[in-house]
């Protein structure tokens, strides 16, 4: 057996094993016939720099499923990539070349894109080489990126499908208009920010309506109130002029029922083109719709001279002003709280404009389904409520399905450069006049208009929405649109993992688009995880100063402890708190694994035995560990495949510190040792921790020399003959006797090293109390043991009964009778001193009364607290008296 060095040091280790997994051939797997295989595709991380630790929980938790899986037999495929994250990703080139001077309009637009595709191959090095620090076990050999040829292939032939079929199409509707991304936004994209501002109301003729924001109803000349409302009936069709912004307006009064009575005054005006609600209003009744801010976030000419061009935002007070001069303010909320809806990638307040966007249809009828069709929207929440695909923790259903039943028309396109070009070309003349009315749309770029013959032909400049691409993650990266062996055999995967947040942006739309294109679901599970917070339960961010690099923690503590703190003690779905402290925890854990296991390989013998027999079970010690092994790996086995992986790695965590190391090696020691069961157990034991910490466990497994890779061995199967109860009972008594002995000298300050003398009456189970006694005088420190069925109660001893067996340790090896009582007098006397200070707060009037009542009834709780350590501490100086006597 090779010398195995004394400390373990995770640098020398890691990178080295990992080139073994992958140069193994180990993360590729092989289709079996008639054996169902398990299938992640990784969420893939955007290509803009670097993993942080929602990213490093990802890995951890897909890792552990995959080398589960692998492990069990079961052909095990996790695709890797990344995503082009287009917005996020152009932003961060653009604040690159602005450094130097320029911008993307200088560049134009095909220099501009180059600089991108430069820096994401630069990013991409950086997070492959991330992933595999994370230990990832990633089939390499398929690698997609979400704007690689393969895929930009399918996005074109779903695109161009879903406009044959109407399920896409272009309008002019209200979006959410980012002016900084000068782009539009979905609709979960737009974040909201709590934010304190001014609520005015105003005199609008007749009515007083209510904004916070004054400089968008520059054009309103409607007034809606609700038909049942008796205060405005009289105005109902009714046209009148009324003093406004600019001088006096026509304004006309509509009755419509999505105005409410109770809201205000009951009235409102409309600002169709930068309001959702009003914009349906105008449609809804035909109204015309006047855009009065642009795409920058300026007035457009409409508002006139004086304010044409200007910020709208910056222009509020000016025109709050002129409304003032005109006595239409009535009142000014100084103190009014609302929620500012802002651009989920840069802060900027989102601006509603009417703008010409392509749209999906979520609910035209298109997916057939027996006789009928279905729409996009109710196959998506189908599934999910028949069972097809299981959300975890399944609370998340009712989130799932509220978003969903309030989805729009899913706005696709984005006016920014970098991404998937939408594939439609329009036929221009030379002065770029429209020739042909009907767009061509089409996978491959067209030589020619097939309408008119014309080669005059310009592509549509917008770029497709991120996530309308990565939509398709599941089944694009197996060769979607063409029918590839891999597409047959790998789809649908069997779980999405990934974080809670981004159900909406991402999970939702995988399933619209999955079942539209194939029929079929993505996923047949998703496996929510947690947000990462800080010590004290703040989120996480580079403002706050109290984010964690989970680079600089692996270079640190290595990523075996790493990834423990990012599984051990969470929960899908449930935010869960990291600290250095916790993962130096696991760091040390790690040092206990191999050092248990050297421990094991010093005292194997050089003949050791290749192939375990159960003629090698000799002890109670063998019986037991091999007992508490198999009803480890059947609770372990339920654990993981539920996806507890957090409760599967405390019980290993507790089986290899507290059973394995602290009971079983101690155990081991000297004439006990049993190299057979001790290298059985710890073979198994390795297998078992390797999905958790794999890299510390594949070193281990190096020095068996068996001639093989952990990653590649066969998952423990629970084997019942190897149970024995009535052995593993036995032993437990005597691991009692130890413990309770043990506790004594605890409690007693009882110093390690030091050994006393102990009586114990063991009734029925004196014999095998005598066939144990060297065990227990080794691990319990006795010098001298009598053993006995029975006999008197020993005078001026401490006394434990355990399981039908009395333990008497002789008080005079233990400590000082009169020291002791002392010492507990003292200690009777402090508490007593901090009784009577809480009961004096809780017995005056004044402090019950006044007092929160959590504070009064924490106190209350604290004092009975005491007075219950007080009659227990008079009575343990009684007894030692009594001792003394």
Not at 72 to 83: A, C, V
Not at 201 to 209: E, L, N
Not at 364 to 374: L, R, S, T
């Amino acid at each position: 057996m090779k010398e195995i060095e004394k400390a373990y040091e995770a640098k020398k280790y890691e990178d080295d094993i990992y080139k073994k997994w992958e140069k193994s051939g180990a993360f590729s797997p092989k289709k079996v016939k008639g054996k169902k295989p398990f299938v992640i595709a990784m969420p893939p991380p955007n290509a803009t720099g670097t993993l942080h630790l929602g990213h490093a929980t990802m890995l951890a938790v897909e890792d552990i499923m995959i080398r589960f899986k692998r492990m069990q037999g079961t052909p095990s495929l996790w695709i890797p990539g990344t995503d082009h994250a287009s917005i996020a990703t152009q932003n961060k080139v653009e604040k690159i070349v602005a450094e130097r001077g320029e911008t993307r309009h200088t560049l134009g637009r095909e220099k501009f894109l180059q600089e991108v595709h430069e820096f994401v191959k630069k990013s991409q090095n950086t997070i492959r080489n991330q992933v595999r620090k994370m230990g990832s076990s990633c089939d390499w050999t398929r690698e997609r990126y979400t704007l690689d040829s393969g895929l930009s292939k399918a996005v074109s032939e779903i695109f161009v499908r879903m406009y044959n079929d109407g399920l896409i199409y272009r309008g002019h509707r209200i979006v959410n208009w980012c002016v900084r991304c000068t782009s539009t936004l979905a609709d979960d994209e737009v974040e909201f920010k709590e934010e304190k501002t001014k609520f005015y109301y105003i005199k609008y003729g007749p009515v007083v309506i209510g904004t916070a924001r004054p400089e968008t109803k520059f054009q309103d000349k409607i007034i809606v109130a609700h038909p049942d409302d008796k205060r405005y009936k009289k105005y109902f069709g009714k046209k009148m002029t009324v003093d406004w912004i600019n001088g006096p307006i026509e304004a006309a009064f509509l009755a419509d029922k999505n105005a409410d009575p109770e809201f205000g005054t009951g009235a409102m005006t409309l600002t169709p083109a930068h309001d959702f609600l009003d914009f349906d209003l105008a449609k809804k009744h035909k109204l015309e719709i006047v855009q009065i801010i642009g795409q920058d976030g300026n007035f457009t000419d409409v508002v006139g001279k004086k304010f044409a061009g200007k910020s709208a935002r910056a222009s509020r007070e000016a025109i709050v002003e002129i409304l003032q001069k005109k006595g239409l303010i009535e009142r000014i909320d100084e103190n009014y709280v609302h929620n500012l809806s802002v651009c989920y990638r840069c802060g900027t307040p989102v601006e509603p404009l009417v703008s010409e966007q392509w749209f999906v249809d979520v609910n035209k009828p298109v997916i057939k389904e027996g006789d009928k069709k279905v729409s996009l929207k109710k196959r998506a929440i189908d599934v999910v409520k028949k069972g097809k695909i299981e959300i975890i923790p399944d609370r998340f259903n009712k989130i799932y399905f509220h978003w969903l039943n309030d989805l729009r028309d899913w706005c696709i396109s984005r006016q920014i450069w970098f991404g998937h070009r939408i594939p439609v070309w329009y036929c221009h003349s030379e002065n770029k006049k429209p020739l042909c009315a009907k767009p061509i749309v089409q996978v491959k770029a067209p030589t020619k208009c097939p309408g008119c013959g014309s080669n005059k032909l310009e592509q549509e400049s917008d770029t497709l929405d991120t996530w309308f691409s990565s939509g398709l993650w599941t089944f694009s990266t197996l060769g979607w649109p063409d029918k590839t062996d891999d597409l047959d055999y790998f789809h649908p995967t069997a779980v999405l993992e990934t974080g809670y947040d981004i159900l909406f942006f991402w999970v939702a739309r995988m399933i619209l688009m999955t079942n539209y294109a194939l029929d079929e679901i993505p996923f047949k599970q998703v496996y929510l995880h947690g947000l990462v917070r800080d010590k004290n339960g703040k989120k996480m961010s580079k403002s706050a100063g109290n984010g964690i690099d989970p680079l600089d923690m692996i270079d640190k503590f290595g990523t075996d402890a790493v990834r423990l703190s990012l599984v051990i003690g969470t929960s899908a779905g449930n935010d869960f708190r990291l600290y250095e402290e916790k993962i130096a925890g696991y760091r040390n854990f790690v040092n206990k694994i191999w050092n248990s296991a050297r421990f094991a390989f010093m005292n194997m013998p050089d003949n050791k035995p290749h192939k375990f027999l159960k003629s090698h079970i000799k002890s109670h010690a063998d019986k037991w560990i091999l007992t508490e092994l198999q009803n480890l790996i059947k609770e372990v086995n339920v654990d993981m495949e539920n996806y507890h992986f957090s409760e599967a790695g405390t019980k290993i965590y507790n089986f290899t510190w507290g059973i394995y190391c602290d009971w079983y090696l101690e155990m081991s020691k000297g004439e006990h040792m049993n190299p057979a069961v001790l290298l059985f157990v710890l073979k198994n034991l390795l297998k078992l921790l390797h999905p958790f910490v794999p890299f510390v466990t594949e070193s281990l497994w190096n020095h068996l020399e068996t001639g093989t890779m952990l990653i590649s061995e066969e998952w423990p199967v629970y084997d019942k003959t190897l149970v024995f109860t009535k052995e593993a009972k036995e032993l437990k008594d005597i691991m009692e006797i130890i413990t309770s002995i043990r506790s004594i000298r605890a409690e007693k300050g009882v110093e390690p090293a030091r050994k006393i003398n102990a009586t114990i009456y063991g009734g029925a189970k004196t014999k095998l109390i005598i066939t144990k006694e060297s065990i227990i005088k080794r691990m319990a420190r006795i010098e001298n043991l009598t053993i006995a069925p029975k006999g008197e109660k020993l005078a001026k001893a401490l006394w434990k009964y355990v399981n039908g067996i009395n333990i008497y340790l002789p008080v005079e090896d233990l400590f000082d009778i009169s020291q002791e009582v002392i010492r507990m007098q003292k200690k009777y006397e402090e508490i007593n001193k901090k009784a009577e200070s809480i009961g004096s707060r809780i017995n005056n009037p004044n402090f019950v009364q006044r007092a929160p009542k959590e504070l009064v009834e924490k106190e209350m709780k604290q004092h009975q607290e005491l007075l219950a350590e007080m009659d227990s501490l008079q009575k343990q100086i009684k007894e030692l008296q009594n001792l003394h006597n």
